[in-house]
């Protein structure tokens, strides 16, 4: 037992006076297809050893009930009468998995619910997806239901759009779902066929986060899916067969060019790039050719920084510092930009002197001390529930 999940069974006799059933979720981390997923696209992501966790037990009276360790907060309200009236609270994420389960038919009876992670919030590693997954989960599991990865990642996926009102790909919480232990995923966004594919055990995954985030107050995101949607649009209109980017060749991008904008231009081109490089990655991962693998990272973050417009000064750096690092097979950024975290693909055996020396040469250029994660590839939800329940 981890030690979350000894608290959260602790904190459910504590709060509710019953042993929960305990089932946990881990976060997430991009390794190489960055913004491809909302036009139907390529992504590999794999699921990270930080985990939400949820302790359920059931009520008669058709409530439900969530508490939340990390906020120190509790949510109730009568399932039956749920609506679609997101709260901007932390009790969305949970309350919008029960709606989304409702909309599915899938209405639950009462249940008490204790919920408490340790992925870091708000990083970039899918602490949403993770606790819409753990809690998607456990309910389901209390129902004596199991849905299949494609019915269960869409499903979370409805809460976050659609009860939370956050834009997001499938991409999160298929991995968080579905994830294996020693695999990376690469998932066809569009039809949702995936491939585990193996990460040799001589190299580790480090996630560094550059501990900044410009894009709250810029809404440079929402710029760039729009940019996106554009360019897709003018391909769409004139070439026949396109219906999605993910369709689209360069040559049908260049062929267009003097259609869209230079910013479509360009963020069209970085999604078109990225999707080949992903197929380049897996064919790398099935070689066990970790350096070809380091080098489409390299290029991943080349285009994420020059045609996407998405990186800052800050985790170019941190990228910049990773790449020249003994051990180190790529760096480039992962998540929705503008800050946020950098995954690097890392020899096992000189990750902890990597962390060390990334994190030295950060605070010294930049003056910001990076929080760093050794990891590898973990179980998604599915694959722990499926060997009793937790992490
Ligand atoms: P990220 O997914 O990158 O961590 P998001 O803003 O998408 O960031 O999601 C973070 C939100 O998910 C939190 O603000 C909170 O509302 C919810 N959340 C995540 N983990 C928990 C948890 N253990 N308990 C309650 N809410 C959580
Ligand atoms: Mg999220």
């Known amino acids: 037992m981890t030690a979350v999940e ?74 039956a009468s749920l609506d679609k009236q997101p709260t901007r609270h932390w009790s969305d994420y949970p309350a919008g998995v029960v709606w989304s389960l409702k909309q599915s038919a899938l209405t639950p009876a009462g249940f008490d619910m204790s919920l408490e992670g340790d992925v870091p919030l708000g990083a970039g590693l899918s602490s949403s997806a993770s606790v819409e ?12 239901r199991k849905l ?26 298929f991995i968080v779902a579905g994830g294996v232990e020693h695999r990376a995923m690469m998932l066809d966004c569009r039809s949702l066929e995936y491939d585990l594919l193996p990460l040799p055990e001589e190299v580790c995954i480090v996630i560094a986060n550059s501990m900044v985030r410009h894009s709250v107050a810029t809404g440079d995101y929402g710029n760039r899916r729009d940019e996106v949607e554009a360019g897709q649009a003018v391909l769409r209109r004139e070439k026949p067969g396109i219906e999605l980017l993910r369709d689209a060749t360069l040559a049908d ?5 003097d259609k869209m904008s230079p910013e479509s231009f360009a963020r069209c081109k970085h999604i078109i790039t990225e999707n080949a490089r992903v197929l380049a990655a897996r064919e790398a991962l099935l070689a066990s050719d970790m350096k ?10 080349a285009s994420m920084r020059d045609d996407f417009a998405a ?16 051990g180190c097979f790529g760096a480039r950024i992962t998540g929705g930009g503008f800050g946020g975290c950098t995954v690097n693909v890392v020899k096992a055996e000189l990750a902890d002197a990597f962390v ?36």
Do not use: W
């Not at 910049?320 to 690092?325: G, K, L």
């Open 148 to 173: 299949p990865l494609e019915e269960l990642a869409p499903l979370c996926r409805r809460a976050e759009n659609e009860y939370v009102g956050a834009k997001s790909g499938i991409m999160d919480q």
């Open 6 to 79: 000894g608290r959260v069974r602790e904190a459910h006799r504590k709060r509710f006076e019953q042993e929960g059933k305990i089932y946990s979720a881990p976060a997430r981390v991009n390794l190489i297809g960055e913004h491809t997923d909302y036009t139907g696209g390529l992504v590999m992501p794999m699921a990270i050893g930080f985990h939400t966790v949820a302790a359920i037990s059931p009520r008669q009276d058709g409530r439900a009930i969530f508490s939340s360790a990390n906020y120190g907060e509790v949510r109730e309200f009568d399932i």
């Open 253 to 257: 991008l260049v062929a267009c060019r």
């Open 356 to 391: 060390e020396q990334v994190k030295q040469e950060y605070e010294r250029a930049v003056g910001i001390k990076a929080d760093c994660f050794i990891s590898s590839p973990s179980d998604g939800a599915l694959a722990l529930a499926a060997k009793g329940g937790a992490a």
């Open 311 to 326: 990186s800052c000064a800050e985790v170019d750096m941190l990228v910049e510092i990773a790449n020249r690092q003994q």
């Open 292 to 301: 070809r693998f380091g080098e489409l990272m390299v290029e991943a973050h």
């Open 133 to 144: 997954v753990a809690v998607a989960v456990a309910i389901l599991s209390q129902m004596g």
